[in-house]
């Protein structure tokens, strides 16, 4: 057999595409509100950010649907191309376009830009596009990004981590040793929700603390967060594929949108931000990663959408899901920069400008999807597997 084989890729739940779908719309949301608000506790969208923590979960999950049995099938070069063709053009594509709003994102919070020649934002883009870390001695944003031309892109540094792992040493492990994994990850995530600093590392995110925010930089802290926030998801996903842990319920698509939405927006827990009771924002969040995001998975992976508006509203989120998320930042810059000048401007406008940066960012998304992701992916198969042997 040839391990340049194309094999035809597995019938998707559909359900949880349309989820990673409503994850992403709140994710942008999250980000408006976050121009305004910043942190806890008068966050509209409070827990936004859970949502990184929910797409790992959805990507360990989908992993081992697609790839635990292929393994007879499918060389580790082939996986990487596979996951090269679905990832790449889009993570391309939004670094792109954040050099290309790069000065429009000009303000009194990135006072770097203004300092910045166009020639290092090219270089800086032509870094960014291989996905290796950014050292922070070459930020040009000032905020220590990985990739300070699209800030969310260094969740999907993380997930290549995550499917490196996977092909060489992950899907190897039997049931037993991958439970014993989840278990594990479960207290690093408990350990870090609870602020517990065993690698004495932490106090730089003091302004975190009991929260699970970070994981886009390279500085201890911000390390050990994004593995953190990668490991027990993961893990958690691919045990629940292993073990085929799903739950049939009907109307499972709504149910699941409505409760990503209910926990995500669910107000600060405790105190304030700074008082005695801020330790319990910290179990909540635990209570989302470790118990409600799994459960929300193995619903969206059991139940079914069949035709209708839902079958349509669906499969719409699915398909604009990744390109939404890793997109639409570069606006959100510019939006960061249009409210740094116009903050005596009636309400009126930044409602106006928020909403219409929400079209955009949704139009583009989708644009982006139908005429550059699908072709390019298409062209892509042609080029690096034997597609004319599809099994």
């Known amino acids: 057999m040839s391990n340049n084989i194309y094999l035809e890729s597995k019938p998707r739940y559909e359900i949880l595409d349309g989820l990673r779908g409503v994850a992403a719309v709140l994710v942008v949301c999250f980000h408006f509100f976050e121009t305004y608000f910043s942190m806890a506790p008068n966050q509209p969208i409070n827990h936004g950010y859970l949502a990184v923590d929910f797409f790992f979960a959805l990507s360990g999950f989908v992993i081992g649907y697609a790839y635990d049995d292929r393994w007879d099938k499918m060389s580790t070069w082939g996986f990487f191309k596979r996951r090269l063709i679905r990832l790449h053009p889009m993570v391309i594509f939004g670094t792109f376009f954040g050099a290309v709003m790069f000065y429009f994102g000009s303000c009194s919070t990135f006072t770097l830009i203004d300092k910045t020649p166009w020639y290092v934002v090219l270089g800086v883009m032509l870094w960014c596009f291989t996905l290796i870390p950014l050292p922070n ?8 990004e990985t990739n300070p031309l699209n800030g969310p892109a260094w969740t999907l540094q993380w997930e290549y981590i995550a499917n490196i792992l996977y092909a060489l040493v992950i899907r190897r492990f039997s049931k037993l040793v991958l439970g014993i994994c989840v278990a594990l990850f479960a207290m690093l995530t408990l350990i870090l929700c609870l602020n517990i600093d065993i690698f004495g590392v932490l106090a730089a995110r003091s302004w975190a603390s009991y929260t699970v925010v970070g994981g886009w930089s390279t500085t201890p802290d911000q390390l050990q967060v994004g593995a953190t926030r990668l490991l027990y998801p993961f893990f958690s996903g691919l045990f629940l594929s292993r073990m085929n842990w799903v739950i049939k319920v009907r109307g499972g698509f709504w149910w699941c949108s ?4 209910i926990l995500l927006c669910m107000p600060w827990m405790g105190i304030g931000t700074e008082g005695e009771s801020r330790w319990t924002n910290g179990l909540y969040e635990a209570f989302c990663i470790l118990v409600c995001f799994p459960l929300i998975v193995s619903i969206g992976a059991g139940s079914s959408v069949k035709g209708g508006k839902s079958q349509a509203i669906n499969k719409f989120l ?70 004319r042997k599809k099994r």
């Not at 409505?258 to 939405?261: D, E, G, K, P, T």
């Not at 409602?351 to 929400?358: R, S």
Request: aromatic share 14%; charged share 15%; hydrophobic share 50%.
């Open 258 to 261: 409505l409760l990503i939405v």
């Open 318 to 387: 699915g398909d604009i899901s990744f390109p939404l998320y890793i997109t639409h930042y570069p606006l959100i810059y510019m939006q960061m920069s249009w409210v740094d000048k116009h903050r005596d401007a009636p309400l009126s406008q930044h409602i106006f400008v928020a909403v219409c940066i929400l079209i955009l960012a949704i139009g583009l998304a989708y644009a982006a999807f139908r005429l550059y992701d699908m072709p390019v992916r298409e062209w892509l198969k042609g080029k690096l597997f034997d597609v």
């Open 137 to 144: 001695s070459m930020d040009i944003r000032g905020w220590g």
